[in-house]
């Protein structure tokens, strides 16, 4: 491994709520042998924390074993234990975009309806600004205002958009976007979409005729489909995005709102039972607000196991 990776302050404060309802329990053990009902509560507080059923019964397998064996006996030994080993499973979690070689590097931003999409990609606006030229396209023509929405933001963070009128085809305006950033010389191009239409069906659809139509204009594009997912619904929040994960060949998630949840375990699991890596999390509604995911200092942010010196 390289550096030693430290979690930043806004990750820790975002994860505030998890670190709580985990961290109660060690701290409730910390000077104490364990037993077997000390890990049966140790496995509520990570169902709790909506780490998952299957994750959860097996880091506490993995602890009991450990017990078992003597090599983990108190409170602070079963903290270290449960640390290492998630940052073991999640070691190569670290999911990096994928970039154009040349040209406009494009993402195709995707989720249900509320889940964090614009938001996040405002943030992902400013973080790309700082690498080059960044357009956004608002291909969510579908619901009122969603256009008006971006580009307040566009303007906040001076980026240029492009978009269609209410009720214009999502197609043609990520057709423009693509053509726009093109001509611009952009080197991040990031789209907008709609996270509902009347009929699921319909917006399946939808999505592959923009992702269609955004590789024709520039190759391999779109780089990356990025599906946003709301924290605050947890291991539900997987389940409502399933159409998505079927149909939309998704990259990376970005799991929003982590501040505002107790649930932030379930960035844990998301790789293991979808297939599909982390690569940013949100910690709040301000663009500067998102991380890209990195496990180590986020297991060491969700368990309290930093001093909490700032970088
Ligand atoms: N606390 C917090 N709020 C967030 C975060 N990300 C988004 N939100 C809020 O969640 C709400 C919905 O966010 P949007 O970005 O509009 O969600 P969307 O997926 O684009 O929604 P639709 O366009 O309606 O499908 C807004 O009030 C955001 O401010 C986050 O990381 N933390
Ligand atoms: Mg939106």
Redo the contacts with the bound molecule.
């Keep these: 491994m390289g550096l030693f990776r430290r979690a930043t302050e806004a990750l820790r404060s975002?994860l505030t709520k998890t670190r709580t309802a985990l961290t109660g329990v060690f701290g409730a053990l910390a000077g104490r042998k364990i037993d077997e009902e000390a890990l049966q509560t140790i496995e509520a507080s990570l169902l709790r924390a909506d780490v998952g059923p299957a994750l959860s019964q097996s880091l506490v397998e993995s602890l009991r074993t450990a017990w078992r064996q003597g090599t983990v006996t108190t409170g602070e030994e079963a903290r270290d234990h449960l640390a290492n080993d998630l940052r073991e499973r999640l070691g190569d979690h670290r999911g990096s975009i994928t970039r154009a070689d040349q040209g406009p590097t494009v993402l195709l931003?995707v989720?249900?309806?509320?889940?964090?999409?614009?938001?996040?990609?405002?943030?992902l606006a400013k973080q790309f600004s700082a690498e080059g030229k960044v357009v956004l396209a608002a291909a969510?023509t579908f619901?009122a205002g969603?256009v008006h929405?971006l580009e307040v933001w566009a303007e906040r963070l001076g980026v240029d958009i492009i978009k269609g009128k209410e009720g214009a085809d999502p197609a043609a305006v990520a057709w423009d976007g693509a053509e726009a950033a093109v001509a611009r010389n952009a080197d991040f191009l990031i789209v907008?979409t709609?996270?509902?239409l009347h009929v699921q069906e319909e917006l399946m659809r939808q999505l592959s005729k923009i992702k269609d139509v955004l590789g024709r204009v520039i190759p391999n594009a779109p780089h990356e489909s990025l599906l946003?997912l709301?924290?605050t619904a947890g291991q539900n929040g997987l389940r409502q995005a399933e159409h998505f994960l079927a149909a939309a060949a998704i990259d990376g998630i970005v799991l929003?709102?982590?501040?505002?949840t107790a649930r932030g375990g379930v960035a844990l699991s998301i790789r293991e039972h979808t297939g599909v890596p982390v690569k940013f999390?949100?910690?709040?509604?301000r663009p500067e607000?998102?991380e890209v995911f990195d496990p180590e200092p986020y297991v060491d942010a969700l368990l309290g196991l930093d001093d909490g010196s700032t970088e």
């Excluded at 989720?111 to 943030?123: E, L, Q, R």
């Excluded at 999390?281 to 509604?285: F, H």
């Design positions: 975002g931003v989720g249900v309806n509320g889940a964090g999409k614009t938001t996040s990609i405002a943030k969510d619901r969603a929405q907008d709609a996270g509902r946003v709301d924290a929003a709102k982590l501040d505002g999390v949100g910690t709040g509604e607000d998102l």
